[in-house]
């Protein structure tokens, strides 16, 4: 589906990020594995390759222009184009507003909102000359649509996602350049890990209660999303053949949040 396909994929040393990167190797496309962390971007990479992928680690902190324009670079020349973006790259932090520190709201969307701004401008330098065009993806969540408790960091960012996408969709259409927001609901990475104790502690519940009453009490089954529903998301997204498709955003969530 995405034989002669480059793509660039930032945050996919770990979870939702690798997954994606495996299933687009798999589809036949050259994957550069961007990501704050080289040894386990080079790590990925190699293990791509082991599985008949190509692949290559790139070091890059989403929030560094110079780091995300080089990185870009070294891609295109390593691969000869750039035909996909999947801005995944992301943290989370968790607080109630009034104890939130502003040092964290900045981090939060420096990552989230300035990593994806970057990327695009970079990934369109290749992509809008002679209107060859490309799939720009980005990692939003269901917090692009919905607000949660501890989370006004993440959500203020994730929905900022909705905008910049619906610009580039106008934007890009010209050029050929279409784009999407996945949103995922909880899928149990490192990054949601992380957070089970965390708002156990916060809200002075047990870890289990966390997960049955916060994460997954709005799924119509109680099942977490896996890292495979939202790569098999990524890829029909990024072999759709034409613009009928752009401007979107593709809930995968177990029923949590209709839209
Ligand atoms: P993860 O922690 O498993 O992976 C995140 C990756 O991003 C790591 O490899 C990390 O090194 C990298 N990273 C962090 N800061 C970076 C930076 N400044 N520059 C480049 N790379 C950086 O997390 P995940 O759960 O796979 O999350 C991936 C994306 O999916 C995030 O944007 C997250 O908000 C989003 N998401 C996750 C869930 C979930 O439940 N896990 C749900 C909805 C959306």
């Not at 080079?42 to 780091?67: L, P, Y």
């Not at 290749?126 to 607000?147: A, D, F, L």
């Not at 099942?223 to 809930?251: E, K, R, W, Y």
Request: glycine residues 10%; charged residues 15%.
């Amino acid at each position: 589906m995405l034989n002669g396909k480059v793509a660039l994929i930032t945050g996919a040393a770990s979870g939702i990020g690798k997954e994606i990167a495996f299933v687009y190797a798999k589809a036949g496309a050259a994957v550069a594995i961007a990501d704050i962390n080289l040894a386990a971007a080079q790590q990925t990479a190699e293990e791509i390759k082991a599985d008949g992928g190509r692949a290559m680690g790139v070091a890059m902190d989403v929030t560094n222009e110079d780091a995300v324009n080089a990185g870009t670079k070294a891609v295109v020349d390593a691969f000869g184009a750039l035909d996909i973006l999947v801005s995944n790259a992301g943290i989370q932090i968790v607080n109630p507003i009034v104890d939130y520190t502003f040092a964290d709201w900045k981090k939060m969307q420096a990552i989230h909102v300035d990593g994806a701004f970057l990327t695009t401008k970079a990934a369109l330098q290749y992509m809008y000359p002679n209107n060859r065009g490309g799939k720009v993806i980005y990692m939003g969540s269901v917090h692009s649509h919905e607000g949660s408790k501890l989370k006004s960091a993440y959500c203020a960012a994730k929905h900022a996602l909705l905008g910049l996408s619906r610009v580039l969709a106008k934007e890009g259409a010209e050029h050929n350049v279409h784009s999407h927001v996945i949103c995922p609901g909880f899928v149990r990475t490192p990054l949601v890990a992380k957070q089970i104790p965390e708002q156990a502690k916060e809200l002075g519940i047990s870890e289990a209660e966390v997960v049955k009453n916060i994460m997954l009490s709005d799924t119509v089954d109680g099942v977490f999303t896996a890292t495979d529903d939202v790569a098999q998301t990524a890829l029909f997204l990024a072999a759709f053949p034409n613009g009928a498709l752009t401007g979107q955003s593709f809930v995968v969530s177990h029923g949590w949040h209709m839209q």
